[in-house]
């Protein structure tokens, strides 16, 4: 912040208020020779992380201040630290090092700073700790950016130096840092990315991306993605069990649905669960409702009419915040939990929902079979290509959000050719074969049978690998680099807990 705050309308640094809320500083009177030479040769910062947005509040002025300072970095949900990036390039003639959160190199709401710093700067070094905590009180994971001024379209390669693969638990230490086996160094041209992801990578690693992505297209072409519903107070619809049970069977068939968590998916299934959610978006009126749940949804009509959706009028008190996408719920349906470590996606029934803790996947209309977009979305090679493509937060959780997810390359297949046809035809009775071993597995009925059905399982998804390799003409040599990038993190078994 500074004293150019004095031009943003509303602005009136003679209000003591506003002046102890802005804390303006003046560059220009503080350091008048530094500015007058052009800037510091130096800038070397450790900018607080936080969400302006969370922390101060919509219609904080501090919000608008930055909007009209600031807009070609602003978005909504921004952190300040991007502010404190662009501003110290603005007093710099030299360079700039700052240690940041690495959540702006992957993230949506951070595509304005990534294009400010494109644009406008030549980044020499990227060091990228991926999962590692370095502040230890802090369970951020962070990265360092080394950049000076530059003119556009300046595109020099930027070192880029990582850690070879995320740490486990025991690993976040400094000793774990300093190993030369766990770290890599390699050139890249971010200048290439522009406002997108820095998903950066090893140069092979980068060319198998590059081949993988060029089989196939974009699910976001073959399906419509987006957040699961949400209700703005999820406890509210919720009955509780003997509620549900007491309704009749049309009410339960008309009004519940199941609930599928971000814990209840995984790869391929959907755990058992007895989670009720009432689901009331075809309902015309309240007094339509069972008088049982009624008298439910009256318990938390405080909380429902303090959400912000009703007070702007967007839904009625009793009915979901935002039924997302409702209108394409007639479609096959893909889930997948929005942040996990590996591709977690399964099918789900209609009576099965999931709200914002969750991905959905909407197949148009396509000559292939749910069960085989199921299977190429599941196998090692797309999980390997998701990595590349995915938000790494400081947990070794990747964020599974629509528009990372939309990216993956999807196989698509020729039907006339009788072997991608029989190719396809495999992979579907598998992934069937998949779902029922699973189903099994959660059978106490099973129990003594379990080494088998988890031996089939195995068997049947490694087939589905070997298949889906295949289709994407993936090599024994990128197979093996496939393997070594996925042997660094331990990866579970479909349909085991966490």
Not at 74 to 86: E, G, V
Not at 438 to 464: F, K, W, Y
Request: proline share 5%; net charge neutral; hydrophobic share 35%.
């Amino acid at each position: 912040m500074d004293f150019r705050c004095k031009k943003v309308p509303g602005v009136d640094l003679s209000d003591r208020e506003q002046l102890r809320n802005l804390r303006p500083f003046d560059w220009d009177h503080n350091f008048p020779e530094v500015r007058k030479n052009g800037g510091f040769d130096i800038v070397v910062g450790n900018p607080p992380y936080y969400s302006i947005d969370k922390t101060w509040g919509k219609g904080d002025l501090r919000l608008r201040v930055l909007r009209d300072l600031y807009p070609d970095v602003f978005t909504d949900k921004t952190d300040i630290y991007y502010y404190f990036l662009h501003r110290a390039l603005e007093i710099s003639k030299g360079r700039v090092g700052f240690i940041v959160s690495r959540a702006f190199l992957e993230a949506d709401k951070a595509k304005n700073i990534r294009g400010y710093l494109n644009e406008n700067t030549d980044i020499e070094l990227l060091f990228d700790f991926r999962n590692m905590r370095v502040f230890e009180q802090a369970g951020i994971a962070t990265s360092i950016i080394v950049f000076r001024p530059a003119k556009k379209n300046f595109a020099s390669p930027t070192t880029i130096v990582r850690l070879a693969h995320p740490l486990k638990e025991h690993e976040q230490d400094a000793q774990s840092l300093s190993r030369a086996v766990n770290q890599e160094s390699f050139s890249q041209v971010l200048r290439s990315f522009g406002r997108d992801p820095w998903n950066v990578a090893r140069p092979e690693v980068r060319q198998l991306y590059e081949k993988v992505d060029d089989a196939g297209e974009p699910l976001g072409t073959i399906a419509i993605l987006g957040q699961g519903m949400q209700t703005g107070c999820n406890e509210a619809f919720e009955p509780p069990h003997d509620l549900a049970n007491k309704l009749g069977a049309r009410a339960r068939q008309s009004i519940l649905r199941q609930r599928a968590r971000n814990s209840d998916i995984f790869a391929y299934v959907v755990a058992p669960t007895t989670i009720p959610l009432l689901y009331l978006e075809d309902v015309e009126k309240f007094d339509d409702l069972p008088n049982s749940v009624q008298a439910h949804l009256k318990k938390f009509r405080g909380e429902l009419h303090e959400r912000a959706a009703y007070q702007r009028g967007d839904c009625e008190w009793w009915k979901y915040t935002w039924p997302l996408q409702r209108e394409y719920y007639d479609r096959p349906r893909i889930i997948c939990p929005y942040r996990c470590s590996e591709n977690r996606f399964s099918l789900v029934e209609p009576s099965t929902l999931g709200l914002t803790d969750t991905t959905t996947v909407f197949l148009n209309q396509i000559v292939e079979d749910p069960r085989y977009i199921l299977g190429l979305i599941n196998s090692k090679l797309l999980t390997f290509r998701f990595r590349g493509l995915g938000k790494l937060t400081g947990s070794s959780l990747y964020e599974y959000f629509d528009n990372s997810v939309s990216r993956l390359p999807i196989r698509r297949i020729d039907i006339k050719s009788r072997a991608e046809r029989s190719s396809h035809d495999q992979i579907c009775t598998l992934v069937s074969a998949i779902q029922t071993d699973i189903a099994e597995l959660h059978d106490p009925r099973r129990h003594g049978d379990q080494p088998t059905i988890r031996e089939n399982v195995r068997m049947s998804l490694l087939e589905v690998d070997r298949l889906v390799y295949q289709l994407y003409s993936v090599t024994a040599d990128e197979e093996n680099l496939i393997g070594q990038e996925m042997s660094m993190t331990a990866d579970s078994q479909p349909g085991d807990p966490d």
